[in-house]
């Protein structure tokens, strides 16, 4: 695993919003794996205006994202498709049927798993996949425990990631059970992973990543197995490292 160590927010955002542009402008047919939550918000912006200015076009490229809750509706504000729309999808010249998140209202859940897994399959596998990382290690909603072996599957949701996902809800009652997650052996075969750590609140999960050792009980840990990983951090995540 690469680290690179920015100052702040606004910096870990745009040294990946330029390793975003290189590589989209590198291939000719991009797929990229999004996340949502805070910590990409920024970078979304610097990628509407990176296309506004003309230095990046998304017309080419195909998207899937980690995770999205069960029984949200697309248009419900608090769905990662909503996000996706609103943050970046509907703001740059993306061919809205090359954008793909799981559909967290399918009647079958398992075959939409299925489903996700034969398109990202198709699409030739994803080039460059953005992971955020979860108080608790998790990447997607691969929680703690979660097998290395997984592929997009339905998960329970951890106490830990309800509350910490309740800021965005009107209260905690609201916040979906399960969710739609791409699995850690399918994030592991993306060609190139950027797992992008910022704030304080999250120094003791880098420590643990950077110190701690392999193991299922902090998925994260497993990006060290991954041939090019490059974690790029702000100083506060940073704070708990000598
Ligand atoms: C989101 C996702 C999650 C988040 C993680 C960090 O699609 O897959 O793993 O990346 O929970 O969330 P924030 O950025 O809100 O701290």
Redo the contacts with the bound molecule.
Sequence with gaps: MKLVVMENHEEMSKYACQLIVSKVNSLTSPVLG???????ERLYEMLIEEYKQKLVSFSRVKTF???EYVGLRGHDKNS?RYYMDHHLFSKVNFTKRKNHIPNGMASQLEQECQRYEQLIKEAGGIDLQI?????NG????NEPGTPFSSRTHVVDLDCT?RE??ARFFESIKEVPTQAI?MGIETILESKQIIL?V??E??ATAMQRLLNGEVSEDFPASVLKRHHDVTIIADKAALQLQE
Excluded: E
């Design positions: 999004l996340a949502t939550g805070s910590t990409p994202n980690l995770d990662y992971l955020g990382l979860g108080h998790h990447i997607g909603f990631t910490a996902n997650t992008l910022s704030g609140q999250k």
